[in-house]
C-alpha cells in the first residue's frame, strides 16, 4: 500500500507571512532516501575565467573560457598569458585532454554556459553583447565543415528576431529535438527581475516568446535554464524560498507544460549562490555546475556531480530520474511554524545574552534574521555598508536560523532590517525572542504608526542623500531639482522622488553659468527589481560606490557611477563585469531621461 510521509521543517516568516518547508516522500514502504545515497558531488580543478560562471558540454567534453596559447612551444600547462578565448577539452573518466581552441578563426570570449547546441552540434545559440544598444542578446552560429576534420564557426551579425529594445535576452537552453528554446529576459511581460520565456521554432522561424508562468517564475531572478533529453527544466533562482542566495531547481515537464520547482537539495544546493547547472544529454549521468560565494572575494568554484553506482529497490539510469523522483528528499513550501526553543549555536552551554530586560519572566529582544542553512556555523559575521556584524545563530525546529542585532524595542530592529534588504539580504525580516523562545505573537511584532510629517521627512531625507551620492573622477556634476516635462513612455523616477519631480544634471565644467540643453550622461545598470530598494553602497575592484535607483518600464532598475563619455562607462562596466556583475551594462540618459538612441552607443 501507498504511503506518505511528511517531514516538517519550520522556515521562517517571509513578508511577515509564516511558512514553513517540508521533505515529502511518497513511498510503498518505510525506507527513505538520501540524494548522497544516489550522486557523487566533487569539486573540478577548473578555474572560472569571466565573463563565464560554469561550462557547457560539447560532444565528448566541454567548452569553458581559458587563456589561449600563444606559444606553441611552450608546455600548455606552463603558460599563464595569451587572449581569453573559448576552449574545447576532452572529457575522459573525469579528467580534460588535449585542449584546443573553440574557434580557430571566430573568438568567442562569451559566457560558456550561455552555449546551447542542436542535437547534431551544427547550430549554437549563444549570448553576448549587442553592439548596437549595449545589452545582452541571443544570437546564432552555424558550423562550416572544412577539409577532413577542419571547421569553423560562421556568427549572425544581428540577434535573434524576437530580441529587440532595451531587454536582456540571455542564457538560451534548446530543446534536444531543436524545437523550443528557454531563456532568461527582463521583457515585458517579466513578474520579476528576469522571468524564464518559451519560444518555438516552427519552420525555421522562432515565435513570439511567452512566459512560462508564476508557478516557476518568481517575484525575484530566474536565469541560466536547461533542457535535459525528456525538457525537465532546471534553473537557478534567488525568488523561491531555498537554502540561501541563488538555488538550483528542476520542472518535471508533463502533457506540454512544467510542473512546480523541485529544490535539488543537498549536497548540490549550498547557503551561497549556486548556478549554471547543466547535464551532459549524451549520458545523462554527468553534470557541472557552480558555487559563487556572496560576499568576500566573491570565488567561484567549478563541481561535477556523477552518479554512483546503485543496487537498491530503485534503478536510476540518469540524473535527472534522481532529481525528479518523488522519493527522493525535495524542499516544497507548506504551512504555518510554532515558536519552539532557540539553541544559541555559538555556545550551547550558555543562553544568549538578554538586553533591555522586562524581568526575568518576560524578557524580550528583537533580532534580524537574513539566512536558514541545513548546516551550523556558516558564518561568524558579516559585512553591511561597511560595518560588521556578529551572527547569532540558532536551531530552530531542526534548521539553523542566522542573524544580526539585538534589540529591546521593534523600530531599530526594522532600521536594521530594511538596511539589510537593501544590502545583500533581500529576504531579512525581524524575528522576535520571549525569555529566549521564538516567538509569533503579532503584539510584539505590530509595525508603529509613523506619522505623515515624519514620513514626510525621512523621506526628503533619502532623496537628499541619493543626489548627494559620490560620482567617479571622470566627470563633477551637482545635481538640482526642477520641475520638466517628461514623456510618459520613457519618465525617469529616481529612487525616492515623487511623480512631479525628476533629477537634472548641470555640468560645472561649464562655470555656472547654465545648464547644457542636451545633458548626456552614462550610468552602468546591475540590477532590475520588482521592489524599491533605495540608494545603498556596493564595493567593486576594492572602491566604494553609492547606487543610484530609477523607476523605468515598471521596474527599478539600479546603476553605478555617472560619466560623461561612453568610452569611460565601458572600461567601468566591463571591470563591474570581472568584479562578478556579469550582467551590468551601460545605459544612457539625456536631460534625466532613460534614451535608447542608437546614436549616444556609437
Not at 52 to 71: E, L, R
Request: with cysteine; charged share 20%.
Amino acid at each position: 500500500m501507498k504511503r506518505t510521509i511528511w517531514l516538517i521543517l519550520f522556515f521562517g516568516l517571509v513578508n511577515n507571512s509564516p511558512i514553513t518547508i517540508a521533505f515529502g516522500k511518497s513511498e510503498k514502504n518505510t525506507q527513505t532516501y538520501k540524494m548522497s545515497q544516489f550522486i557523487e558531488v566533487d569539486s573540478f580543478m577548473l578555474q572560472i575565467i569571466p565573463p563565464a560562471t560554469g561550462v557547457q558540454f560539447y560532444k565528448d567534453g566541454i567548452i569553458f573560457i581559458s587563456s589561449s596559447k600563444s606559444d606553441k612551444s611552450m608546455l600548455p600547462g606552463h603558460i599563464s598569458f595569451g587572449t581569453t578565448d573559448a576552449m574545447f577539452a576532452v572529457l575522459n573518466k573525469g579528467v580534460l585532454e588535449n585542449p584546443q581552441l573553440f574557434s580557430p578563426s571566430v573568438n568567442f570570449t562569451y559566457p560558456t554556459e550561455a552555449f546551447t547546441f542542436s542535437a547534431d552540434f551544427k547550430t549554437l545559440y549563444f549570448t553576448k553583447i549587442s553592439e548596437n544598444d549595449g545589452v545582452e542578446k541571443i544570437y546564432q552560429a552555424m558550423f562550416t565543415q572544412g577539409s577532413g576534420n577542419q571547421g569553423d564557426w560562421s556568427v549572425d551579425e544581428n540577434p535573434l528576431s524576437f530580441c529587440s529594445g532595451q531587454s536582456i535576452y540571455t542564457h538560451p537552453a534548446l530543446s534536444a529535438d531543436g524545437k523550443m528554446m528557454i531563456f532568461a529576459s527582463d521583457r515585458a511581460g517579466s513578474v520579476g527581475g528576469t522571468d524564464l520565456f518559451m519560444t518555438q521554432n516552427i519552420k525555421g522561424t522562432w515565435s513570439a516568446p511567452v512566459n512560462i508562468g508564476d508557478a516557476v517564475n518568481s517575484r525575484s531572478n530566474e536565469l541560466y535554464p536547461f533542457l535535459d533529453s525528456e525538457n525537465n527544466l532546471f534553473f537557478s533562482s534567488d525568488g523561491i524560498q531555498g537554502y540561501g542566495g541563488y538555488d538550483i531547481f528542476v520542472c518535471k515537464y508533463k502533457g506540454g507544460t512544467w510542473e512546480k520547482p523541485i529544490n535539488l537539495s543537498t549536497p548540490i544546493n549550498t547557503s551561497n549562490d549556486d548556478v549554471a547547472f547543466t547535464i551532459n544529454r549524451k549520458n545523462g549521468r554527468s553534470a557541472f555546475y557552480t558555487i559563487k560565494q556572496k560576499s568576500g572575494t566573491r570565488s567561484t568554484q567549478l563541481y561535477m556531480v556523477t552518479m554512483k553506482n546503485y543496487s537498491g529497490p530503485e534503478d536510476f539510469y540518469s540524473l535527472s530520474q534522481i532529481f525528479t523522483n518523488p522519493k527522493i528528499s525535495h524542499m516544497v513550501i507548506l504551512v504555518a511554524e510554532q515558536p519552539v526553543q532557540a539553541t544559541d549555536r555559538k555556545d550551547e552551554t550558555q543562553k544568549p545574552k538578554i538586553s533591555g530586560s522586562r524581568g526575568e519572566k518576560d524578557n524580550v529582544v528583537y533580532r534580524v534574521q537574513f539566512l536558514t542553512s541545513f548546516n551550523p556555523r556558516t558564518r561568524s559575521q558579516i559585512s553591511v555598508n561597511g560595518t560588521d556584524h556578529s551572527v547569532f545563530e540558532y536551531l530552530y525546529a531542526g534548521a539553523y536560523r542566522l542573524c544580526v542585532g539585538e534589540f529591546s524595542t521593534l523600530p531599530p530592529a526594522i532600521e536594521l532590517e530594511n538596511t539589510l534588504r537593501q544590502s545583500d539580504y533581500p529576504r531579512a525580516f525581524v524575528v522576535a525572542f520571549r525569555n529566549n523562545i521564538r516567538t509569533l505573537d503579532p503584539e510584539l511584532l505590530k509595525r508603529p504608526f509613523v506619522s505623515e510629517p515624519v514620513a514626510a521627512a525621512v523621506e526628503k531625507k533619502v532623496i537628499n542623500e541619493a543626489e548627494t551620492q559620490a560620482k567617479p573622477a571622470e566627470t563633477k556634476v551637482t545635481t538640482k531639482k526642477e520641475e520638466i516635462p517628461v514623456p510618459e513612455a520613457t519618465k525617469v523616477t529616481a529612487a525616492k522622488t515623487t511623480p512631479t519631480t525628476t533629477t537634472t544634471t548641470k555640468t560645472t565644467t561649464t562655470a555656472e553659468s547654465g545648464v547644457k540643453k542636451d545633458a548626456v550622461i552614462y550610468r552602468v545598470q546591475i540590477l532590475a527589481s520588482p521592489t524599491r530598494k533605495g540608494s545603498y553602497k556596493i564595493t567593486a575592484n576594492g572602491k566604494s560606490y553609492n547606487t543610484f535607483e530609477y523607476q523605468y518600464s515598471g521596474a527599478y532598475r539600479t546603476c553605478i557611477g555617472e560619466f560623461s563619455a561612453l568610452a569611460s562607462a565601458k572600461e567601468f562596466q566591463n571591470a563591474l563585469r570581472k568584479s562578478g556583475y556579469l550582467q551590468a551594462f551601460v545605459v544612457a540618459f539625456k536631460n534625466n531621461i532613460r534614451s535608447l538612441d542608437p546614436a549616444l552607443f556609437k
